[in-house]
Each structure stands twice: as structure tokens, then as C-alpha cells.
């Protein structure tokens, strides 16, 4: 991998979707071990997912990895902290307001 060039990895893995009233989330694990590094891409290739509400589906796919460049990834660190803060909101007045 170079400064400026991009891999490309497939990878096998399961899909979790959880559509529930405590957890709704969906995860990707990786059955061949594989890591993703800040920067990384992952495409999932299949039809979507839907879970019922009150379940939990769970699906072997084939997915693809696009790894960052050695510069993308730098770049993802740099400013990574900066880009999760704008998901923040922050309220400091005594005022509730729902």
C-alpha cells in the first residue's frame, strides 16, 4: 500500500440486525478475521435487510473492503475528532424544552 494508492480485500462476513424496543443496531463481523482501520471503506453486497420489529436476523454475505491510502488514513486521524463532535449537541441554559 502506498501513499496514495488504495487495496482492495473480499471478505465473507455476517449481518446482524437487531430491530428491537432495547437494542436497535445493525453489525458486521468479519469471518475471516479481518480489521477495519480508520478510513476504510466496506461494502456489503446482497439485497437489504429488513427485521420485523421485536427480532433479530442474522445473514451470511460476501463483502468488499476498499482500504484507505497511507494518506487517507492519516487524514481520517487528523480530523476524526472534529467530524464525531458535530454529532454532539450541546445545551448549557436552564430552559427545558422538549
Keep these: 500500500m502506498g501513499w496514495l494508492t ?3 480485500e473480499h471478505a465473507p462476513c ?3 440486525i437487531s430491530h428491537k424496543f432495547e437494542s436497535l443496531h ?3 463481523r468479519f469471518n475471516n478475521g479481518a480489521v477495519i482501520y ?4 466496506v461494502k456489503v453486497h446482497g439485497p437489504e435487510i429488513m427485521a420485523p420489529f421485536g ?11 476498499f482500504r ?3 494518506l487517507e ?4 486521524r487528523l480530523t476524526g475528532d472534529f467530524e464525531v463532535m458535530e454529532l454532539c449537541e450541546f445545551s ?3 430552559e427545558v424544552t422538549l
Design 68 to 70: 484507505a491510502s497511507a
Design 92 to 94: 448549557f441554559s436552564e
Design 14 to 16: 455476517t449481518v446482524e
Design 26 to 28: 445493525a453489525h458486521v
Design 6 to 8: 488504495k487495496d482492495i
Design 73 to 76: 488514513r492519516l487524514w481520517t
Design 55 to 65: 427480532q433479530i436476523v442474522s445473514e451470511e454475505r460476501k463483502a468488499t473492503i
Design 38 to 41: 480508520p478510513g476504510d471503506e
